[in-house]
């Protein structure tokens, strides 16, 4: 985990903590405090306070209910969006839709699935969003959380196949038609592709988010090697300028990211649902 002092840890911005790093370069223990206020009520599931990406997916989350809550009921009982944040909400949700769910899932087995791949979309989305905002940090810049979500993709994709087929039908359409020989090499295979789609799904999130955040940090890091020389009256505006140019494309990749892992899961799960297609 990060340390305390944030500048000790430039790279702090793409790690875990106990501390949520303030402004002025002072910290303030997160896990201490919550570990207090929750007194001990979830060490049953090894929780004994928030880190920094705890606390920052639980941000995401309450932001998520207090926005699209109201904004569904609103669409309920209007029947069309109304103001340019619910336009802008209802295109996403719509792009997704029409592009990532129906063409893998169909007409009829998409609205099934879709409450779930716009909550990842939009939960995922957020987090990326949070580590452009400094002193904060992208929680899907951490393993642990991109894990949990693949793993979360993992369930419904298996549980969708298991209802959908059943458990015999599930079982046989694992292993495509092939001669007898050639089963257990297939089987094996067809196994190990179940246990690297999850993995797919959380390492390329994981990656592409840090990956964004380090870059960030090596151009900064160019104005602090060049030092007090006359080399650094050049360095600086440009180490600047591709800060401001990246920091434009990591807003972007923020968006890109949560629909491709959207659109995998979908891919997935419509793969699990209609094995035969």
Not at 209 to 226: E, P, Q, R, S
Request: with cysteine; hydrophobic share 55%.
């Amino acid at each position: 985990m990060a340390g305390e002092n944030p500048l000790s840890d430039p790279m702090g911005h793409t790690l875990d903590s106990d501390y949520i790093h303030l402004p002025g370069g002072s910290s303030f223990n997160l896990h201490d405090w919550t570990g207090k206020f929750l007194g001990g009520s979830l060490e049953w599931a090894g929780i004994t306070g928030l880190t920094k990406f705890m606390f920052l997916e639980l941000i995401a989350t309450i932001i998520l209910l207090a926005l699209l809550i109201p904004m569904a009921v609103r669409l309920r009982r209007l029947g069309y969006p109304k103001g340019l944040f619910v336009n802008a909400i209802e295109a996403i949700c719509i792009f997704i839709r029409d592009n990532a769910v129906v063409p893998a899932l169909g007409e009829k087995d998409a609205p099934k699935f879709l409450p779930y791949l716009w909550s990842v979309f939009f939960f995922i989305l957020v987090n990326n969003l949070f580590g452009l905002i400094p002193w904060m940090g992208s929680a899907t810049a951490g393993l642990g959380c991109t894990t949990a979500l693949a793993l979360c993709s993992l369930v419904l994709i298996h549980g969708s196949g298991l209802i959908s087929n059943g458990p015999v039908g599930y079982a046989k359409s694992i292993v495509p038609p092939v001669p007898l020989a050639l089963y257990p090499l297939m089987l094996f295979i067809e196994l190990l592709g179940h246990v690297i789609r999850p993995c797919v799904l959380a390492f390329r999130l994981f990656v592409n988010m840090t990956a964004g955040h380090t870059l960030l940090f090596v151009l900064m890091c160019f104005i602090a090697l060049t030092g007090p020389s006359l080399l650094n009256l050049f360095i600086t505006p440009l180490s600047i300028l591709g800060v401001v140019a990246f920091s434009v494309l990591e807003i972007l990749v923020a968006f890109l990211q949560a629909y491709v892992f959207t659109f995998l899961s979908a891919i997935f799960i419509g793969a699990a649902v209609h094995p035969h297609h």
